[in-house]
């Protein structure tokens, strides 16, 4: 089966295809065998061509609850095969998109690679029955054959699991700055939008770098612009602190939680697992209007959906550069003037004073650049004639020092 292509992602004359999975010999997944539940299981063979995935299961149930699965992957065999026939007159270049499946086997799942999921690390022993009552669906089923089995099979699968790969159990973390922005602009007003648009007059800064940071600017000289990654800190929950007050009070209450549930208790097994359910609850991020609130209107320091300067229309916030994202992080490419000891000196920046600074790295010409990359809406917006003038260009055009508005002589 031939892979979509994404329009317009021809590169150097080569198009670049969209993976129908990104499942590899030794992942960890979730497979589900005939008249079970998800399992999980290790991937031993994958088809990108057909999009398919076998996988053996771990700690499998006894075979007798096998045999409908063994029967299933005798059917998918038989089909194959079937195909593999009608197909028999395809020239050998196209041979490799029929490829032979191996001996069915009743621990082995054969499935599409839609309905194979990756298995995710299961930090707590509350995200671990959460997960187990999830999968064995306890008031539908009768699980008595196979509960305990499923249970080793999750912890094995956890215990050889070291990464998380499902996004909604992805925990906040906090990051400290390598450094302060010194800078004479102090209100959002005076910067540019973007640095490196010729219509400002050029605006210098130094990066004040925390002690201990000497050895990690050296080399840094002899590049013309370096990447700057910073924090929006003048966005509205960053600063009323109330961004990173919550990040710090969210891990607080996990490491709190993790405590309690740790402790022994006399309650019967039903409260306990009630008890593991409200502290399961607590520390999940959701748990917190300011990250639930994500409307167009009802979010709290930042939007999913905004209203570019130069646009009317509700894009959404990935697609555009606004301060007010979810994790207040900025990227600006500037010009480094010189490294002095701590003190990194820059121009041609967007960044205000105080602005602190989460990483540098170098430019690099040959993969940084793309000049004639497609600009999306943006783009649209400018060839239809529908770009509004930028209010705040309108702002600072009064302020004569900051504007390139006068041809020279």
Sequence with gaps: MSLETSPGTRQGGVKRRKRSNYFTRGDLVWARPASLPYWPAEVIDTCEDLNRVCARLLNPPKVELLAKNLAEEHRIRQRAAAKRQRNAGLSNSNAHTTTELPLAEANV???????????????????????????????????????????????????LMRIVLDPEELQPYA?????????LMRTHIAAPRQPNTGTFEPQ?????????????????????????????????AMSSGEGQSFVMSL?????????????????????????QTKSFDLVEPQSCGWLRRQGITHSKGFKTMVIPPRDDEYRGVFSTRS???????????????????????????????GTPVLDIKPYLPFCDAHPNARAGWVEEVNANGRAKTDHKYDTQAARVDRILDTPSA
């Design 323 to 353: 301060p007010h994202r979810p994790n207040f992080i900025g990227i600006s490419c500037v010009r480094l003037v010189d490294v002095h000891g701590l003190n990194i000196h820059i121009a041609d920046h967007d960044l205000l004073h």
């Design 251 to 275: 891990q607080e209450r996990g490491r709190d939680c993790n405590v309690e549930s740790s402790k022994p208790t006399d309650d019967s097994k039903d409260d306990e697992q009630t008890n």
């Design 109 to 159: 799942v054969t499935a599409s690679g839609t309905r194979v999921f990756f298995f995710s690390k299961l930090p707590t022993r509350e995200k671990f029955n959460a997960c187990v009552e999830f999968r064995l669906k306890r008031d539908a089923n009768d699980i008595s054959a196979y509960e305990a089995d499923f249970v080793k099979a999750v912890e094995e699968a956890n215990r």
């Design 204 to 236: 210098t800064a130094v990066i004040r770098l925390r002690v201990g940071f000497e050895n990690a600017a050296r080399d840094l000289m002899g590049f013309e612009y370096i990447w700057v990654l910073f924090q929006f800190s003048y966005a509205s």
């Design 175 to 183: 990051v400290c700055g390598v450094g302060i922005v010194h800078s």
